[in-house]
């Protein structure tokens, strides 16, 4: 049915509006609205977790398509997936009328540009165009770059991705506190007051330690070829080679050893991910369709040789990380490879300096619940869209009921939000925390070594066990050594131990 901005306006009952309401209305094949506008009874626009409350009269008061995506733009922000099939039904002499009515208005150019670019087709009977360039992302309210003018409506695409594949990063007061921390900066501070010993011993710790966390998230204990390469793989971030699907096979390879699993080129098949459970139900996760796979990893590769230098590194480096992850462009090995490209991105930014590493890895190990609901933000949501027939133990039917706009455009906010914590835990919790303990380490060390004659071995087993155990030598390693270690050392371990972790306590506090 037509629609005319022109034509008198209809009074019907709603309580949607903007974006959620056409996702109904017209029936897009989109996940929900994150934060509906939904029409309550207030006085003015109020923000809230779950929805956006909006007062009648602000409101559409007709069910115009036009209408209620100005009313989106304006007061909900720019929700690309809606709005790549919304515009669809759209009719051009509505928006036309429109702009002719007010050829500056910044929605309407807004419009306009996304009527043209996801319908690849142009409008006809333009007025002249004119006002000041227009911002797609309102850089107030999201996470930007600095993209490019498009002079015909005079606006600036500055999303994080292309009109192709785009991620969304809204200012939160988690993502603002992440990029004013500076984690980058204090991790360079941090390595640069070091020595150079205790620096190449922290960072061997961080190599090792985040190689094992990386195949720990995964259920998996490396065996220590397996160790090495990846350690390999991790020290080649720092190298910023291009991203390419070349490049991506190599480490795929590099990370798998069976034969059977390395890939020559991005999946010409459905996979999908399970969690327990029997047939369609323990299906937890379907990925693109491999033909989209292919079309979203030129997107990623291409937003990951560019996007690190632009904005936030810890920004982009969990856009690429998640993002790769929901590609899923491989049968296997893609979650080693989404955390090798968070560290590909920091290294590419240019803001870590050469061979430092944080432990990030470490940190989502500690905190699997979390990267979980991270993942679950968009995984979970995404799931609902396909229809899955059992045909037997681990083969299914599958059947996207969605558009490719589900895979192409996505809320990458919680995905940031948890980047942010897991690097400030990297650097605070892990990598700082084992340097010091690394430093009290040598010292009681050397205050036992001087007094008495033991095995460096053994001593060495026993100040760790002591640490560990927090401060005591338990009676299971005092038996383990009673025949090579006198009794007076392990009092004298327990002492000094104690005290270190008594002044590291009160450093803290």
Known sequence: MSENLCSVKENIKMSEAGYEFLRQKLGLRVLPVRRPALIRAVTRVAWHPDHIAVPKHVAPDSDSTLEHLLFALK?????????????????????????????TGGYLR????????????????????????????????YVTSPGYRDARWRVQWNGLGGTNYCATVERTEAVTRGMNAKILERTNDFAANLGKTMLDRSLSW?????????FAIERETPTEDKARTFM??????HEQRDLTEEYLVELQNATISNPLDKAAEFRAQQNWLRGPGRGPIAVT????????????????????????????????????????????PFMDGNGRLSRFLFHQALCRSGHLA?????????????????????????????REMWNLRYIDEGQYDFAFNGAPAVYRFWDATPCVEFGFKMAEQALEQDLRQETEFLADYDAVIRKIDSEFDVRGSDLSTLVVACFDNGGVVSKNRRKQFAGSVPEPVFAAIQVEVSAALAERHRNTS
């Open 206 to 214: 961080a190599y090792l330690s985040e190689t094992e966390g990386s």
């Open 110 to 141: 807004q419009l306009g540009f996304f009527w043209e670019t996801f319908r690849t087709e142009q409008l006809h009977g333009l007025p002249d165009i004119a006002g000041p360039t227009w911002p797609i992302f309102d850089p107030e309210r």
């Open 75 to 103: 007061h909900e922000g720019t929700n690309l997936a809606v709005l790549d099939q919304a515009v669809r039904h759209l009719p051009g002499d509505a928006l036309v009328c429109a702009l002719r009515a007010a050829p």
């Open 354 to 382: 050469d061979g430092l590493l944080l432990p990030i890895s470490v940190a989502m190990k500690r905190s699997e619940d979390e990267y979980l609901t991270s993942l679950q933000s968009f995984s979970r949501p995404a």
């Open 285 to 328: 996760y379907v990925p693109p369709p491999p033909e989209l796979a292919v079309e979203l990893m030129a997107e990623l590769m291409s937003m990951g040789n560019t996007l690190p230098t632009q904005i936030d590194p810890i920004v982009a480096g969990s856009i690429l990380s998640f993002g790769f992850v929901f590609i899923h």
């Open 232 to 237: 390999q793989l991790l020290r080649q971030a």
